[in-house]
């Protein structure tokens, strides 16, 4: 016999457990199912268990520059066993605190095994059968290992194995230069192995605009990370302990050898193995469950938030889903995904900060725009702080006047664009940013000087690189 519950969650990632919480405290009976480790990729093997690193790395940097500062320290290397224990304690603080708080709560069962569609309504969990007029699937993603010859000759690392490591690395190679590809890079960088990254494309996170992309390159080399670019032809082989990448670049040496391998080549969402035929859920070619604007799948009664749905990427997408469908069915209140603005950050140190439209976009929008952008250098804090790589820049509407996007990559810059972010939720013109008094010292107080120093848009990135 199935049991009756008036909502089930399937995941225990960044929207299920909040909505389980909602519907349980509104009366519903509630039943959450989770697979494997309470609280999902952020908790524990993304945005929290990599932050946390993040910040070790930023302490080795700082003991590295310590003279710079004027501080007597010799810095003697990073215990990476202390590193991996400061950041499981931190990841495992967050992950029983989602399962405590789940398996404390009223109205709410919690069934720890792999969930699949029966049928429209019905769930299985091992022998169990759970039935609900309304399904929530909160299934998130994993690793992508793409086809490449030689692979399966090699051990590889990917951002879950990564977590596991608890010393350091001789030389790391990570194919892929994109968002995960570049924390892990400048962060094992910093702890003191030798780096190289691998990039398929002509520049680093190609989504971004083209000096964000250069500029993130050069930070990054400065502290001595390889890279190879245009990799079209990647393969692998073992050479004793080592594994030698063979890549088909424009230049550079047609081999690089390391002693381990990260691939941190993108992510796949976990609809595969759901059954969802047996619902009758469709999703897009790549596995992603389609959705409507308020994260209804194909079929009524049957919802999808977070990475599965395709329509972001990040742990605060992931929660607004769950606040998108909680309003709509708590709230009488229409909130929609297209309501939402862009925001994400990089978290290479200095941090990108980034919301709204590239640079790139606003100009294929054909939209007049006006354009600022300052370099770090001019700004004190950076200054004071000895942290001048990067620079800020924002484009807004010429008729408007509405911020359309920006891009802070300095010191900072993950805070500082929130801001800005704010100002674009509220339609309100960039003037109001200029007219604002900001706080002294900050690197927010330099965004009404750029903001009274636009100009025309250039036509071109290059024109834009020429103005300076
Ligand atoms: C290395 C790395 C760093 C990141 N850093 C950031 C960052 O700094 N900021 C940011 O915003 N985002 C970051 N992200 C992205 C962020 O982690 C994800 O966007 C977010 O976790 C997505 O949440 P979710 O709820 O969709 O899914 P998930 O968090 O992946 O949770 C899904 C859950 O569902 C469970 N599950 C799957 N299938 C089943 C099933 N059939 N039955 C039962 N349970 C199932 C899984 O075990 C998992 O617990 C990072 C990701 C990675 C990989």
Redesign the pocket.
Known sequence: MAKQYDAII???????PSLAGRLASSGMNVAI???????????N???IP??AMVASAYAARTAQRAAEYGVNTAFSGVDMKRVKARKDQISGQSRTGVEGWLKGMANCTVYE????FESPREISVGAERLQSERIFI????R?VAPEMPGLSEVPFLN?SSMMNVDFLPQHLVIIGGSY?GL?FGQMFRRFGSEVTIIEMGERLIAREDEDVSAAIKEILEREGVNFRMNAKCIGLARRGDDIVAQVDCTSGAPGVVGSHLLLATG?RP?TD??GLDKAGVTTDKRGYILVDDQLQTSVPGIWA????NGK???????YNDFEIVAANLLDRDPRRVSDRITA??L?IDPPLGRVGMTEAEVRKSGRPALAGKRPMTRVGRAIEKGETQGFMKIAVDAKTHEILGAAILGTGGDEVIQSILDVMYAKSPYTTIQRAMHIHPTVSELLPTMLGELRPLAATAADARAAG
């Open positions: 399937i995941g225990t990632g960044q929207a299920g199912i989770e697979r494997k480790l309470f609280g999902g990729t952020c908790v093997t993304g945005c990599t932050k095994g792999h969930a699949r909160n299934v998130g993603g690793a951002n995960i924390e992510r976990n193995d759901l938030l977070g990475d599965c972001g990427a990040f742990t605060h997408t992931a994400y950050a978290y």
